[in-house]
């Protein structure tokens, strides 16, 4: 059950909860804790647990009987000390806690008036919020040191709990003294903790130049550019290999549909053959002649390198112009802005560059080809193109990809290669109804992007 007060009354407090840590004998007037620079005199014949293992052999004459669950309590609570009445009536617990916020804020003593009125106001907020009414709040001046006095009472499951507390912020880190039971505290209780809060002297120190908190960011924005050349180059190896296992899987399944359709095809020659009759022809629904002009490879690159991959170009491009933006504005050592403008650069310009060099290599290679015309017969189950090419039968299921722009339809073989549809072109049938074709065909795999 004090654990769970304890841990009330923590977040409560928003962080401000501290302690004295060190081994202390069982009973004296005077307690020096010097890793604090703390002293404070505890009424005599008090009994001190603190975490050390010695301190635990007293533990069952105040009631403690699970030794182990009462120093793991101690640890992850910062608890260094709790003080016993004789009369195990009470007992006073040290704690302390050490964050960014307390060591901006450094000393109460030297932070104001308005600082003490933050914490209360912060406080007030939390018992507010958790349904906590009869609670005080007040700034109580010790030996020229103001600590912000907590005192709150609620109910749970039928029984009336209590915790007063006086906590302060000294050297960076929060200092508290808390009592916590159930019912109501007695007055000698309230006298007693109030007088060792009166006895306590502290040494405080300047605070240093530079934060050890922002030696931490400082080390984990250092790691910056690191981490994020690690995540531009294993982001595509990862994906290019699942990719690859994936396109793996795709190409077995086409194998085995293409064997089927071609031992199909070959079975109706031999039909035909053995009957002395011509193979029948399936009706053409479809005629386009394409010319593959240096303007048409031109929009299918710009096609191809932008809008068809336009999401992952723009997550690029704002990858991009982030690590620029960060180059100027983290303080990290030259090399890793440097690092970081340069991934910038690459991130926006290689993108845009990559449309320009398809194009010229595509160029290149079609002035090759004596013939440039693309002539398409879609039929049913399948089209065949000539011209440009020996005269090739295709199944739809062989498109991998077919993609709609404002005036081309380009049916992919894979991820690169495409046959280039001019809409223009149809000598028989529409693009209207060649669309709703391919719908029917590919499913799915028919995209339509109106952007060129």
């Known amino acids: 059950m004090k654990k769970k007060w304890f841990k009330t009354a923590a977040s409560l407090a928003a962080a401000l909860v501290l302690a004295a840590t060190a081994m202390l004998p069982a009973a004296a007037a005077e307690q020096e804790i010097p890793e604090l620079g703390l002293t404070v005199e505890l009424p005599d014949g008090m009994i001190l647990l603190t975490q050390d293992l010695n301190s635990m052999t007293q533990a069952a004459s105040v009631g403690v009987t699970d030794v182990a669950e009462r120093l793991q309590f101690y640890q992850e609570n910062n608890v260094y000390l709790e003080a016993f009445a004789p009369d195990h009536s009470y007992s006073v617990i040290f704690s302390k806690k050490e964050n960014e916020a307390t060591y901006d804020l450094y000393d109460l003593a030297q932070a104001g008036e308005e600082a003490a009125q933050s914490i209360m106001d912060e406080m007030a907020a939390s018992f507010d919020e958790g349904g906590i009414t009869d609670y005080t709040l007040e700034v109580y001046e010790a030996g020229g040191r103001p600590y912000v006095y907590m005192f709150y009472t609620m109910e749970e499951n039928g029984v009336q709990q209590y915790e007063l507390s006086y906590t302060t912020v000294v050297n960076g880190y929060s200092l508290a003294m808390n009592s916590y039971g159930e019912g109501e505290p007695t007055q000698a209780q309230r006298d007693a903790v109030r007088e060792i809060v009166d006895s306590a002297q502290m040494e405080a120190t300047e605070k240093p130049e530079s934060s050890p908190y922002s ?238």
């Not at 981490?227 to 086409?254: C, D, S, T």
């Not at 910038?344 to 595509?362: F, Q």
């Not at 693009?431 to 719908?439: A, C, D, N, Q, S």
């Open 215 to 452: 030696s931490v960011i400082a080390v984990l924005i250092m790691f910056v550019p690191l981490v994020l050349i690690f995540g531009i180059v294993l982001v595509p190896v990862l994906y290019n290999q699942h990719h690859q296992k994936a396109l793996k899987k795709v190409r077995a399944a086409m194998s085995e549909r293409l064997d089927v359709y071609h031992k199909a095809q070959q079975e109706k020659e031999r039909k035909a053959e053995e009957a002395g009759v011509p193979l029948e022809q399936p009706p053409v629904l479809f005629k386009n002649r394409t010319e593959i002009s240096d303007a048409a490879i031109r929009d299918f690159c710009h096609f191809h390198c932008i809008w068809k991959r336009i999401y992952g170009l723009a997550a690029i491009l704002l990858l991009g112009l982030g690590c620029i933006v960060l180059s100027v504005v983290l303080g990290t050592d030259f090399l890793s802005r440097i690092l970081l403008l340069a991934l910038g650069v690459v991130c926006v310009v290689y993108p845009l560059y990559l449309p320009y060099k398809m194009t010229r290599n595509t160029q290149f290679a079609y002035r090759k080809i004596p013939n440039r015309t693309a002539i398409y017969l879609f039929r049913p189950e399948d089209f065949r193109v000539s011209g440009i090419q020996s005269t090739s039968t295709y199944p739809y299921f062989q498109i991998t990809r077919a993609y709609e722009s404002k005036g081309y339809f380009y049916l992919y073989f894979g991820d690169e290669h495409a046959y280039y549809v001019k809409k223009s072109e149809f000598n028989q049938g529409t693009p209207e109804e060649f669309r709703e074709l391919l719908k029917q065909q590919l499913g799915k795999n028919y995209k339509r992007r109106f952007i060129l």
